[in-house]
């Protein structure tokens, strides 16, 4: 069953070829190429389209492809880890798509679907310069103007906002709390879009400050109810973090895939520089932050599918913790590679590892920063000091051959309410994990000691910086509880292509993910960590995508026929 979740991601590697072939327009050399021209990804975004891979988050209702979100996480990360720029160039839109299902009009949709079917974009306009995350505070107003409106300010870092076709904006129709916000679907011909707005990340995408002065706006424009617009624009914002994982992922596995590389080709005098004791444990530490970064974002893919009213925690707990562990990850590859890291045009990738820290970098506060991320949910924890279980929904999500619910967007929440599929009566219903683990006694250790800091977490309100602490740990104890529940529920599976059941992949996360929960060096857990190196040399050896559902990559070129295409199951 592991072999659905990749289907499409293999046809994808099969149509794109080797990425480390020089030559190959759609390989590692060429993504650096066009970051050092600060290039849109043209060429790769037109191949993309063709294949099919811009509908695969567009519901089937809209011409869409999307089957379910552990199967786009992993074709995402193959396209993302030749280029992250592969994302926004072809799916900036599902915020403003996802905002559209939950409260446009049919014709709304049909007009936003129409331009996303034929590759077009349609932007999201909610952050302002002033104001950044302090959403309440936003100053963009649409005043009344008889039957229509007029609308005034400037909306900050407009992804694709240079290119858009439409855009969905977020605006101040009222005077305090968030009800005070309306959307309109505006058509995006003649804006205001001012000069390209440079990053250092993700070069060559467009993002744009776009300017309103007084512009009209007809009332069919509006888009639902007034004052529903900052809640739905929240609730997108959770799918959002969940796909974005996957740009986190592809690119640290083309990071640790290039160090090890250079790694293992490197001479110091007859030893490897792989083979090293230093490098050895900072690159298994390395593999060890990736494998706990895939468990998180391969459950929450598919948790988001059974229990999407959870994913005001959930989906933010597993953002924060897979962008610091792959930013951890790119820092201890960067060590190894010394000076190769900062190399522009040459080295490893033909250059590409600085433009992989500078992208990891962006698509980690894309969304929103890591302390919005974090007090976006931390005002729950009280009430998930205890929360309550579901046995059968954890075995859904977690049982990588379950069939999984069909995707309802309707049902996602601003608060989970108590309920945390993932830490709910984990202690409960560990026993039988502690009973198999009996052989492996470190292991073993590891997860009474998670057991012992989830019971331990306050049930009483924490206020200031203890209550951003609190987030923070609570996040890394949550991606542990979900590495846990992975192992579990598919000891039957050969995760990572390895032996069925195996510990060792877990007790390597574990040991990682308690660490940074404790803020201590994971460098005290190393020893935990060297089965997760072993684990991802062997992926390496076999060509396969660093990951418990691991997708074959392409080895040679010439791409596949056309027809090995990305096209819907259904």
């Not at 994302?87 to 939950?102: D, E, G, N, V």
């Amino acid at each position: 069953m592991i072999e659905r979740t990749v289907a499409k991601a293999a046809a994808l590697e099969r149509l794109l070829g080797d990425a480390g072939d020089p030559a190959n327009p759609y390989g590692f050399a060429a993504a650096a190429r066009r970051d050092e021209r600060e290039e849109f990804p043209d060429g790769y975004a037109a191949v993309l389209r063709e294949a099919g891979f811009h509908l695969d988050y567009l519901p089937p209702e809209w011409g869409g492809g999307f089957e379910s979100f552990d199967r786009s996480l992993q074709l995402v990360r193959c396209a993302a880890r030749r280029d992250l720029n592969a994302m926004p160039a072809t799916m900036f839109s599902i915020t403003a798509a996802t905002c559209l299902r939950l409260h446009g009009s049919a014709q709304q949709q049909d007009r936003a679907a129409a331009i996303l079917r034929r590759g077009g974009a349609v932007g999201f306009a909610l952050s302002e310069a002033e104001h950044g995350s302090d959403l309440l505070a936003n100053a963009v107003r649409l005043l009344p103007d008889g039957a229509d409106h007029r609308l005034h300010g400037t909306k900050w870092l407009v992804g694709l906002g240079q290119r858009c076709e439409a855009l969905y904006l977020v605006a101040r129709t009222g005077e305090r709390g968030p009800g005070a916000f309306s959307a309109v679907l505006l058509d995006a011909t003649g804006l205001d879009r001012g000069a390209p707005v440079r990053t250092s990340g993700m070069r060559g995408i467009d993002f744009a400050h776009l300017a309103f002065d007084h512009l009209p706006v007809a009332a069919a424009d509006l888009v639902g109810r007034p004052g529903e617009a900052l809640e739905v624009a929240v609730k997108a914002q959770q799918v959002v973090r969940v796909m974005s994982t996957a740009g986190s992922l592809g690119l640290a596995d083309t990071a640790l895939r290039l160090t090890l590389d250079f790694a293992a080709e490197r001479r110091l005098g007859r030893t490897a520089l792989l083979d090293t004791p230093y490098q050895r444990r900072e690159l298994a530490l390395a593999s060890a932050a990736l494998l706990a970064a895939d468990a998180v974002a391969l459950a929450a893919a598919r948790g988001i599918q059974v229990v999407p009213e959870q994913f005001s925690v959930w989906g933010c707990a597993a953002k924060h913790v897979v962008a610091e562990a792959v930013d951890d990850l790119v820092a201890r590859c960067a060590a190894t590679l010394a000076s190769r890291a900062v190399l522009r045009g040459e080295g490893p990738g033909g250059g590409l590892f600085q433009k992989l820290r500078r992208d990891a970098e962006l698509v980690r506060v894309v969304d929103t920063s890591v302390l919005a991320n974090l007090r976006s949910f931390a005002g729950q924890l009280p009430t998930l000091a205890r929360p309550a279980g579901d046995p059968a929904a954890a075995r859904t999500a977690f049982a990588l051959d379950a069939e999984l619910p069909a995707y309802d967007p309707a049902r996602l929440d601003l608060t989970a309410r108590g309920r945390d599929l993932v830490t709910g009566e984990l202690a409960e219903n560990a026993e039988g994990a502690l009973a198999e683990l009996a052989p492996a006694p470190a292991v073993a250790a590891l997860v009474t000691r998670l057991l012992t800091a989830l019971i331990e977490l306050p049930a009483a309100p924490v206020t200031g910086c203890d209550q951003l602490d609190l987030a923070e740990r609570f996040a890394w104890l949550h991606a542990a509880a979900a590495c846990l529940r992975l192992w579990w529920a598919n000891r039957h599976l050969p995760l990572h292509g390895g032996k069925p059941g195996s510990p060792d992949w877990l007790g390597a996360c574990l040991g990682y993910l308690l660490a940074r929960a404790d803020r201590s060096d994971p460098r005290r857990a190393a020893a935990l960590a060297a089965p997760a190196l072993d684990t991802v040399l062997a992926l390496r050896a076999d060509h396969r995508l660093f990951s418990a559902a691991p997708v074959p990559l392409a080895r040679t070129l010439p791409r596949a026929p056309a027809g090995d295409a990305l096209t819907p199951s259904h």
